[in-house]
Structure formats: structure tokens, C-alpha cells
């Protein structure tokens, strides 16, 4: 089997400035939109951002229809909800107004209203049939209102498929938003938990990407149209990587002190956008295949700042749980772009050696980890040794990702991570 010679780069249109939101009107009917269908959720539905959203809409002479009973960490269930609405819609185009819940909503609403077909056909292998998009979807804006997921600029929509407990995702490059609409604004309502919890899923994307095995050693597609959206780390998507990670770390702490700072909030959601184009065409690994069982299996444990009727774990909080762990792990694989994985987020690598550099990157994780208060390893949102199997079989099949380790894992090495991420000080 011929090695892969060649990595694609996509992304979104971004538009960026405070006030941009004001403009989504504009950009939909630009596009021959009339009919458009809006997704939020009920608390962005209370925030001056979707208000003004709407307002542009509908001053632009459209024919606007709200779907508002997006649920925070999409399920199976909530998605089968969103198409049907959206199959009976039928419109031109899509407004998703909030965080990757919603965005990635609208996103699966998009494709299975488009191109109807059992849940699984599209969902990555070996969960699903991994089958192509089989062309076009309608035009998608998406209107970030977290700096976290980066959704607005790539592929993939991510769901807890509740029979396995366990997250999953449907990844095509025909899924990105047309437009991406970054407005700093839109992120001044997020409760402090929220932002940290959104920041550290920029961190984590950023690093991923950049640890990532390179494109050059996977196998080369059967075709260019079986080319994967997370095709490994790459020269161009490095450049986006680490200049998130480099604003995470200048800016997060500001944000955290003076949460009105527009500047920081701005260049938090830019962190998120440059991560998105990052991971978006190289992928992420492990931190994000096993936080799928981790939200997935979670019992009764909710996080304070989040306006929700069910337990959660955030995408942010469950991939920063292992990440101090899987980093120390897989340093050995390349220690020179793990220490400066750490020296861009502000640790002294100065005096450190390669043998060092999974110690120092974790270490610096584990600090920022106590800065943004978040809990200490799985144990504290409810993990034990009981639940090892559960969180090693719901990681093993997310293929999409974990293939992109740098370290091949398999069921030991899951199992061991998985201990090690129990608790951390």
C-alpha cells in the first residue's frame, strides 16, 4: 500500500469584527436565500447576540424559521428531532447561532435533510458505514458564541450515540459552514466556567493537531474523495495550531480576570477559529477519542455555570482530563514538538531535554488545569476503577482519531492512560 504524498487544506469564509452578527442578513440573502432555518438553543435564544441575529434576518426581507430545542452535547435522539424539523422545512439555507452543539446540529439537520438516509450511513467507521456525502448540502452560517469548538470552520458534527455511551461524529468536508461569523460580542454572556471550559477545548485542539501523526504516514486514499477531512499534522495547519495555542496562553488568564475585556474575548474566538482550521484538516487524537466515553457514560455530575436538566460533562472539561496524561505518554514519539507545545503556552523549557518534554507539557496542562478550576482528574466527576472497561471499549472504536496518535494505542495502553487521569495533585 503506497504512502500518502498529498494534504488538502479547507476551511470556511471567515469574517471577523465586532458587530459582524449585525451583518448575517446580509450575507444570507447575498446567497440567494430566502426561506432560512435558525438554530439555537433556549438560553442563546435570551442573549442580545441571537436578538440581533434575528433582527438582521429578518430586516433583510426573509422567510425566518426557528428551531430552538437544540440539546447541549447532542444526542442520537436530539438530531433525529433537528431533521425532521428541517426535512419538513425544506429551506434554502441555515443560521446556527452558539456554541458546537448547535452548530454541529445544524450541521446533521443540513446533511440528513439533504441527503436522507439512516443515522449511521454517514457516521465514521467502524461505528458507522463512513459513507460519502453525496454532494453539495445547503448553505450553512454559523454564529460561534463560545471560543471553543471551532466548529464554524470545519467538517465534522460530533453526538453522543446513547446506545454505546459514547460519542461519535460525522465528518465530510461538505459539512463545513459556509460562512463563519466571529463576533466578540456574542461571547460576553459566557458564564466563567463556560469560557474555560470552551478555551480548554482550543488547547487541547491545538496540541492534537500538532502531535499529530504527520499526513506523509498514512496510507494514500483509494481516490481523492476517500482523502480524510484529519489527514495528520502538515506544515500549514502547524502554523494555525501553535498560534492558537500561543493567544490561549496570553489570553486566557485576562479573560478570566476581566470577563468584559472585548480584546481578549476576541482574540479567544480567533484562537478558536485558528485552532478549527488546524484540527479541521489534520485531526485530533487522543485526549479526543477517549473524552467521547468520558461525556458519553457520565452519571450525575454537572458543572456550575451550565444552564442544563441532565448531567454533562463538557467537551472542554473531557478532553482536558486526559490530556495531561496522554501528552507525557506520547512525548517520546517526537520531544521537540511536545516542549514546544510547552514553551508556547508559557513554560520555561530552557534547562529541559528531550527525555523531559512529556513531564514539562503535563505539568504546565496540570497548572492550567488549577488555574481555570477545573476538576481534578476523572475520579472527581465520578470515574473509578469500575468504570475502566466502560471508558476503554467506548474509546477503541473512534478510529477517526485515535489513528492519528503518535503512539499507537491500543486496549493496555487506553487502560493505563485512563488510570493515570484519575487525579493529577
Known amino acids: 500500500m503506497s504512502q500518502e504524498t498529498i494534504f488538502t487544506m479547507d476551511t470556511s469564509s471567515i469574517k471577523y469584527g465586532v458587530g459582524a452578527t449585525a451583518e448575517v442578513g446580509s450575507d444570507v440573502a447575498d446567497r440567494g436565500i430566502r426561506r432560512v432555518a435558525v438554530f439555537a438553543d433556549h438560553g442563546i435564544a435570551k442573549t442580545v447576540g441571537y436578538e440581533v441575529a434575528l433582527k438582521s434576518l429578518k430586516d433583510a426581507g426573509l422567510d425566518v424559521h426557528v428551531f430552538l430545542d437544540v440539546r447541549v452535547e447532542p444526542t442520537d435522539q436530539s438530531w433525529e428531532v ?14 446556527a447561532i452558539g456554541g458546537g452543539s448547535v452548530i454541529d446540529t445544524a450541521k446533521a439537520a443540513n446533511l440528513y435533510a439533504t441527503y436522507p438516509a439512516p443515522l449511521l450511513t454517514y457516521v465514521n467507521a467502524p461505528i458507522g ?14 454564529i460561534p458564541t463560545t471560543a471553543g469548538t471551532g466548529s464554524e470552520t470545519t467538517g465534522v458534527a460530533v453526538f453522543d450515540f446513547s446506545s454505546m455511551h459514547a460519542k461519535t461524529a460525522v465528518a465530510s468536508r461538505a459539512l463545513r459552514p459556509t460562512v463563519g461569523i466571529i463576533d466578540p460580542i456574542n461571547t460576553l454572556s459566557m458564564p466563567a466556567m463556560v469560557t474555560a471550559a470552551s478555551a480548554l477545548d482550543v488547547l487541547s485542539h491545538a496540541i492534537e493537531s500538532f502531535t499529530a501523526i504527520p499526513y506523509s504516514h498514512r496510507a494514500a486514499p483509494e481516490s481523492p474523495r476517500m482523502r480524510p477531512s484529519y489527514q495528520g499534522s502538515n506544515p500549514i495547519s502547524d502554523m494555525w495550531s501553535c498560534k492558537a495555542m500561543e493567544m490561549v496562553a496570553a489570553n486566557l488568564p485576562i ?11 476576541g482574540n479567544m474566538m480567533l484562537a478558536a477559529t485558528y485552532a478549527g482550521i488546524g484540527f479541521g484538516n489534520a485531526g485530533v ?10 461525556a458519553g457514560m457520565v452519571r450525575d455530575w454537572r458543572p456550575e455555570g451550565y444552564d442544563v436538566d ?6 472542554g472539561i473531557s478532553v482536558i482530563l486526559t490530556a495531561p496524561s496522554v501528552f507525557r505518554w506520547t512525548a517520546s514519539s517526537d ?11 508559557g513554560a520555561d523549557v530552557s534547562q529541559a531535554g528531550a527525555e523531559d518534554a512529556g513531564d514539562v507539557l503535563a505539568e504546565r496542562l496540570i497548572e492550567i488545569m488549577k488555574m481555570t478550576n477545573m476538576p481534578n482528574g476523572l475520579a472527581e466527576i465520578g470515574y473509578g476503577e469500575a468504570d475502566l472497561d ?16 503518535p503512539r499507537p494505542a491500543g486496549e493496555a495502553e487506553l487502560r493505563q492512560l485512563f488510570i493515570d487521569s484519575m487525579s493529577y495533585w
Open 310 to 315: 441532565h448531567a454533562i460533562v463538557p467537551h
Open 82 to 95: 433537528a431533521t425532521q424539523w428541517a426535512t419538513e422545512l425544506q429551506p434554502d439555507g441555515y443560521v
Open 335 to 345: 520531544p521537540a514538538r511536545h516542549l514546544e507545545s510547552a514553551r508556547l503556552l
Open 129 to 142: 458505514e463512513a459513507k460519502p456525502v453525496p454532494g453539495p448540502v445547503k448553505p450553512l452560517i454559523a
Open 390 to 405: 466502560g471508558l476503554v471499549k467506548g474509546t477503541l472504536p473512534q478510529h477517526r482519531v485515535t489513528k492519528l496518535s
Open 255 to 265: 479573560v478570566l480576570a476581566e470577563p468584559n475585556n472585548i480584546e481578549a474575548r
Open 285 to 294: 487524537h487522543l485526549p479526543h477519542g477517549m473524552s467521547y466515553p468520558i
